[in-house]
């Protein structure tokens, strides 16, 4: 019998064996495909050349995250399928075969895997390719015509990746077995006994990864400015160094210290699973480890799509408080320029401010110098009014300030600490900030400062007068039949009008669907991992529950046992992740100036939903691998 007809007769016999790598490793190449085929759509040029570009390099960071995503991936499941078929494989050797033909065998079974998934893959990409590219579009919430579009581009990119990361590990495994004796391949699965770790080094292992977790933890959380993005690096690194050890130090140390107690190990058939965990720990730590990394990124990438997609919408409320802020040298123009605006536009509201313009040489922050603008705190306390927005500023002393600011989308300056501003040499406590929009666009394009009444008129002579007067009509699609007769105007030195349909920040939209997808995807990735992991052990378990059920343990007890060993391994990353994802989540907010919390606890909640399917799917699975629900022997 030729190799490939025995490898295809494998194949056959052991498909069951590999669904859940199948379906997996399917699962990536249809995520990545689609990314492709976005890149390549229609949809792309309808978005404008601006937000197509930004869209383009959004996808393209997104793919190759997904890319290094898919090698680390490949990595694990092919060392997972190695290891188990190594035994199997080994068998050959008896029959005459040379490593280097059982080396073949392993490549064209593996292969015929990945062939498999890769068509599984494309194919069910190609299938819901519409639903997915609608789906993106909704929850963006931009308007744009679909189309059943399939970019061969996109079919040929996403299998060329896919199929150079998955022929590296073939390799990999081809060498591996080329290099194996026969004893390495025999007893590959034969190595369950249960073995003790040094409680020592477990104990040494668990301080050390705390206090880097807790480092961690403070950097992750800790205010400051523009070294921020230098403590959030570290916060990341910390956090995967302590969790790696915590895995391999302070939960094995638990486990132990509790099997040593035989008041605990002695009741409710405890000896049937704990040193199981004990060892399970040991073998798997550094799976349990990426696990629980992997859950924390996807959490993070959830919670910085919603916030994006909050600070957006914020913005956008933010500039279209008015539709026309009318600039003049003249006061009192209101219902001048009302009469104008009203020949073709109802206006909703009006407003009017006057404003000092102060060079930067006669005013300064420690940050910046450049053009401020200060404004009486009476007449913005008015505007608030005729605009309907709270207003809840203290009045300010003559030697006081309130600081305007606006809104960013991200902001890496994460400390309240308010900053004084120094105008002709004296200097200004700035008593309060607020991001309310009292002046709409223009809010965002100068730095605003009130100050009281009587410090204004004598700052006067510091700077120049402006008059702003403020429109908002009720038919925005209307804005432009008042253009012309605005500007035309003899008192009107320049005008603002705002579009609320502009879709300059489209590409921002786009992002919240996208961290959807990636949360979903590093959430089935972290699901599977496991998964898989416990499929695969199931078969190592056979015997050892053959000879329990031999000495009269019963079926029931036995899936009782199992269940809680299972539960464990679900547990310990799950409850990791949900620690460390309040201190990422909170960093997160701090530079995104938003509340997360929320979205923190339902995301968590949503991954506990799914944990629980696994977790159902792995105890039903896992004893019918092991032949615990088998009558004979």
Known sequence: MSLAKLSIMNFKASFKNYVSLIISLAFTVLIIFNFFNLMDSSIMESLGKINSQNIKIVIQCVIVVLSCFMFFFIWYATNVFLTKRKKEIGVYVFMGLTNQRIGKLYMLETMLIGLVALVMGIGFGILISQLFTMTLVTISDIEVNLSFEI??????????????????????????????????????????????????????????????????????????????????????????????????????????????????????????WI??????????????????????????????????????????????VYTYQIFSQQANLQNEFMQVIEEHNDVQYSSYIEMLQIEGSYASTTHQKNTFALIPYSQLKKLAQDSHQAFELKQ?????????????????????????????????????????????????????????????????????????????IENTKMLNASVDDIQQHQDCVGLIKIDPQNDSNQWIQMLY???????????????????????????????????????????????????????????????????????SVHALANMMQTDLLSVNILSVGVIAIFFVVCYGLSVV????????YEKGF
Not at 220 to 246: D, H, Q, R, S, W
Request: hydrophobic fraction near 45%; include cysteine; aromatic fraction near 14%.
């Open 275 to 320: 040193n199981q965990i004990i060892f399970r720990m040991k073998k798997n730590y550094r799976t349990y480890a990426i696990v629980t990394v992997l859950m924390i990124c996807a959490l993070t990438a959830l919670a910085t799509g919603v916030a994006m997609h909050e600070r957006c919408q914020m913005i956008h409320d933010f500039e279209n």
């Open 621 to 628: 699975i896992y004893c019918q691998n092991a032949g615990i």
């Open 513 to 583: 669907p996208v961290c959807i997808f990636m949360f979903m995807v590093f959430i089935f990735a972290s699901g599977s991992i496991i998964f898989m992991k416990l499929y695969n052990d199931a078969f190592e378990e056979k015997e050892r529950y053959r000879v329990l059920r031999k000495i009269g343990i019963s079926t029931k007890t036995l899936k009782a046992g199992v269940q809680k060993e299972l539960l464990l391994t679900y547990i310990d990353p799950f409850l990791l992740m949900s620690l460390s994802s309040y201190f």
């Open 396 to 472: 300010p002393q003559n030697d006081e300030v309130i600081d305007l600011a606006h809104q960013y989308i991200l902001s890496l300056i994460t400390t309240d600490e308010l900053e004084d501003i120094q105008i002709q040499n004296q200097v200004y406590d700035t008593i309060q900030r607020t991001t309310v929009p009292y002046l709409g666009y223009l809010q965002e394009q100068v730095s605003f400062y009130c100050v009281s009444d009587e410090e204004y008129e004598r700052l006067k002579s510091a700077g120049a007068s402006l008059y702003v007067y403020n429109y908002k």
């Open 151 to 272: 970019s061969l581009s996109a079919v040929l990119w996403s299998s060329l990746i896919y199929f150079i990361v998955y022929m590296i590990f073939v390799f990999k495994g081809y060498i591996n077995l080329v290099r194996s004796s026969v004893l390495d391949m025999v007893s590959a699965n034969r190595q369950n006994e249960y073995v003790k770790q040094n409680k020592v080094i477990l104990f040494l292992k668990a301080i050390l990864g705390i206090i880097i977790l807790v480092l961690g933890y403070y950097y992750a959380i800790k205010e400051g400015g523009m070294e921020t993005m230098a403590n959030a690096l570290l916060a990341v690194i910390l956090v995967i160094i302590g969790v790696y050890l915590l895995f391999g130090g302070f939960i094995p140390l638990i486990y132990q210290t509790l099997a040593s107690n035989k008041r605990f190990l002695y009741k409710k058939q405890r000896t049937l």
